[in-house]
């Protein structure tokens, strides 16, 4: 019965080869292009426009037994380069200031977060960046 099960998981795998590594991979560290709604409190509509933020996976390890005194530090796609464009929204009454600011990533990579520029908690469900007034905008 052995040798019977044996030459079946052998054949097995010579038809249904493993997967090839490749198609394993995650996507890595890289720009990517994304809408983001700009609203502003007092303008009455919401705009969408076009910018580009850091998204991918870094690789990382982490140790099987922890160890009181052992800190851990986790690799996080994220900015090395960022700026911030500034548009005026159309549509603010008077007396509303209409420029609105928003990052820019220029270049990303592997790096310990640096909370004061990015967003590294895991959310467990964030809703779509949509707007309900919405109204293109090209910069």
């Not at 005194?69 to 500034?86: D, G, M, N, P, S």
Request: charged share 20%; with cysteine; glycine share 2%.
């Amino acid at each position: 019965m052995m040798i019977h099960l044996t030459l079946l998981l052998g054949a097995s795998f010579s038809v249904w080869p493993l997967a090839p590594a490749a198609a394993l991979e995650l996507p890595p560290c890289e720009l990517v292009n994304m809408t983001l709604s700009l609203e502003k409190e007092g303008c009455p509509r919401c705009h969408m426009v076009e910018t580009t933020i850091c998204s991918g996976h870094c690789r990382t390890k982490e140790p099987s037994i922890i160890f009181p005194h052992l800190k851990v530090y986790q690799h996080v796609c994220t900015y090395r380069e960022l700026h911030y464009r500034t548009v005026q929204l159309p549509d603010c009454p008077a007396g509303v200031d209409p420029s609105v600011s928003y990052p820019e990533a220029l270049s990303c990579h592997c790096n310990l977060c640096v909370t004061n520029m990015a967003d590294c908690i895991r959310h467990e469900h964030r809703e779509p960046d949509v707007c309900d007034n919405d109204l293109t905008f090209h910069v």
